[in-house]
């Protein structure tokens, strides 16, 4: 039987008395959440009052598993993020907090500027050090107002010429530089996508406590066209690649017929993750994340093979366990 010891401070300051907590978090340049639920008045700090004056505060989520008579020292937090909502029900005497990761500082943050004459990783910087995060970022030398020239400024008159934020304007910088974007505990990480070491093996027979394989059959190799207009060239260019049964078609205004070709591929890549998803549940552990690859085994089937992680919850709950529930794409 393993013992589960729930984690949470607020503010830098350890809170006891909590008793459930929930993490989701997805590749999706999405930020992950939480909601943890707390006894008030079990921790001292933790009066009515305190709870009352609370606002956007800076939250961690941790878990300790051991045995009954040896506990793991604590690992890393599970989630670092900010409180955006506070649920308190007198009655029961209980307070529900919810919330997002530190992505949440840069989706927040709503900017009209372009940085024409500045590189990505500048960019970045200059947005890690608004926020208050550290930077993980890999240089870039490429000024922007480049790729607005390489796009024939359509996006420059699209989302940059309103409002936006940073987050989607650094989401956007990533695509044209093929980086990922993310936010782990308060670092800011912007750079090329990092393939992980080393893969989780997980058996159906031994490791999962449930697992489903979910198959769209019409994407399999799907068919992506892509047409623009060339303005430049005074031409229409496009590009096609597939040979299954689904047919998608795009238009795109002022592409090259190398970023035609590029945004077909990509396109096409994105759908045909998409055919196979499984989903599975299994005792919690804190080494998975969205992005690390999985090798499922025990069906004795073509379903034994390599998995990408696209989505993940924990549940920690005093009463239950600790236990995890994930999806993940093939990988192509």
Known sequence: MRTIQLICTINGLSITGGYFAEIYQSSYLAADRFSIGLVIGADPLLTSDYIANLGAENITIGVSIGTADILTAPSKPLISGLIDNIDIDFRNNIVVMSGRDLSARLIDLETQENFSNQTSSQIANFFAESCGLQSNITRTTTPVGQYYELTHSSTSL???SRRGTAWSFLAWLADQE???LSVSGNILNFG??????????????????????????GLNAPVVTVHSWNTRAKSA???????????????????????????AKQAQSTQAMHEILVCGEMPGETILTPGMTINLSGTN?????????VELIRRVDLRSGFSQNFKAQAIS
Not at 192 to 208: H, R, S
Not at 238 to 263: C, E, F, H, Y
Not at 301 to 309: A, E, H, K, Q, W
């Open 178 to 180: 093929n980086f990922q």
């Open 192 to 217: 090329p996508v990092q393939i992980p070491p080393t893969a989780l093996n997980l058996n159906w027979g031994t490791d999962l406590i449930s697992l489903t394989i979910d198959r769209a059959t």
């Open 158 to 160: 699209g989302l940059h």
């Open 237 to 263: 260019v496009s590009a096609s690649v597939g040979s299954g049964v689904m047919k998608t078609v795009l238009i795109r205004p002022n592409l090259s017929a190398d970023r035609v070709q590029k945004l």
């Open 301 to 309: 089937s073509s379903y034994d093979r390599g998995y990408n992680i």
